[in-house]
């Protein structure tokens, strides 16, 4: 199915592990612009197809299109590169380091002084940390450690953290498990437009 609106073809995907086919000649599309949701029962494969996408998994068979081209992911660095951001359903916190750390772990903006050395950013690390904030609806201080809230709290931090990556596209692992639902209703009925995810 090769259409320009199309952003993501993931066609006749297979992956097998050993004594189970946990996919077999799967085949998705997603549209630019829109949302889209896998449904099944436990076990049927669909965060097998999303850690596959990801490059957390090798495919056995199928082919994966990315803004109209072949791609190929070896590991997760290789697919957020590209512009595709995940958030597993299993949390993936550092507790003891700040939200604004965690937020930006792995690429922490920087500053030069004296021409010579470069050092963190605090202060535009903890601006860029309360846009994201805002954007999920999270009113907590981006200094304190991550321990300090609750299990819904971190996952709409790592709902920034995705957000942050400027995917074109974010893959949620069953990202609102461990939200109340005033919580989910805040994050899906009042957040952010489609063409901002």
């Known amino acids: 199915m090769q259409h320009l609106d199309i952003i993501l073809a ?4 297979s992956k097998s592990f050993p004594g189970v086919k946990a ?3 799967v085949s998705f599309h997603v549209r630019r612009g829109t949302v889209h949701a896998l449904m099944g029962e ?7 197809l ?5 490059g957390i998994y090798s495919l056995d068979a199928g082919e994966i299109l990315f803004d109209g081209k072949p791609v190929h992911f070896h590991n997760p660095k290789d697919a957020l590169n590209a512009g595709i951001s995940m958030i597993h359903q299993e949390l993936q916190p550092i507790p003891y380091r700040s939200i604004s750390e965690n937020l930006w772990v792995g690429r922490y903006p920087s500053k030069k002084i004296l021409g010579l050395f470069s050092i963190v950013d605090h202060k535009l690390m903890r601006t860029k940390s309360l846009e994201l904030l805002t954007k999920v609806h999270l009113k ?15 996952q709409s931090i790592e709902i920034a953290k995705a957000i942050s990556y400027e995917s ?13 639902l005033q919580e989910v209703d805040l994050l899906l009925g009042n957040g952010l437009p489609v063409s901002q995810w």
């Open 10 to 13: 993931m066609n006749h995907i």
């Open 23 to 25: 996919l077999d000649d």
């Open 42 to 48: 436990n076990g049927a494969g669909k965060s097998t």
């Open 50 to 54: 999303m850690k596959c996408l990801f």
């Open 140 to 154: 907590v201080n981006p200094n304190i450690p991550l321990k300090e809230l609750s299990v819904s709290q971190i």
């Open 168 to 180: 074109k596209v974010i893959i949620m692992d069953e990202p609102t498990s461990s939200l109340t």
